[in-house]
């Protein structure tokens, strides 16, 4: 079992940027493919980034755009999401879960990750 701690979020005016950090704990980070998603109030949860258990190959909800980038350290059994060019649609507190690696399990589906942090909020204002 794993234990996530997500940090790093806050306040940030458009345009600006953050770096949320999650933090496992429990089994060695690198046994798990990790990804951040995000939910705004009244919104159902949205995928926003994967990254695999080895850090080789990442996936974006909207990759075209190129305004987020996950990374993750297994030295540090922590994972990044870098925020640039803020919008104030990216309001929402935004999760770090893991998932089991196994086959046939999309690293953009909620419902396939097996462990979830408490989540941090984000607000960018306009």
């Known amino acids: 079992?794993?234990?996530?701690?997500?940090?790093?979020?806050?306040?940030?005016?458009a345009g600006g940027s953050l770096r949320l950090s999650c933090a496992?704990?429990?089994?060695?980070a690198s046994t798990y493919h990790m990804g951040w998603f995000r939910q705004?109030?009244?919104?159902?949860?949205?995928?926003?980034?994967?990254?695999?258990?080895d850090g080789k190959s990442t996936n974006y909800a909207d990759p075209r755009e190129?305004?987020?980038?996950?990374?993750r350290d297994?030295?540090?059994?922590?994972?990044?999401l870098q925020?640039?060019?803020?919008?104030?649609?990216?309001?929402?507190?935004?999760?770090?879960?893991?998932q089991?690696?196994?086959?046939?399990?999309?690293?953009s589906r909620d419902t396939d990750y097996n462990y979830w942090g408490q989540g941090t909020q984000v607000t960018v204002s306009s």
């Open 1 to 13: 079992q794993v234990q996530l701690v997500e940090s790093g979020g806050g306040l940030v005016q």
């Open 24 to 28: 496992t704990s429990g089994r060695a």
């Open 40 to 53: 705004a109030p009244g919104k159902e949860r949205q995928f926003v980034a994967a990254v695999t258990r």
């Open 66 to 71: 190129g305004r987020f980038t996950i990374s």
């Open 74 to 80: 297994n030295a540090k059994n922590t994972v990044y």
């Open 83 to 98: 925020m640039n060019s803020l919008k104030p649609e990216d309001t929402a507190v935004y999760y770090c879960a893991a």
């Open 100 to 107: 089991i690696p196994q086959f046939g399990a999309s690293r």
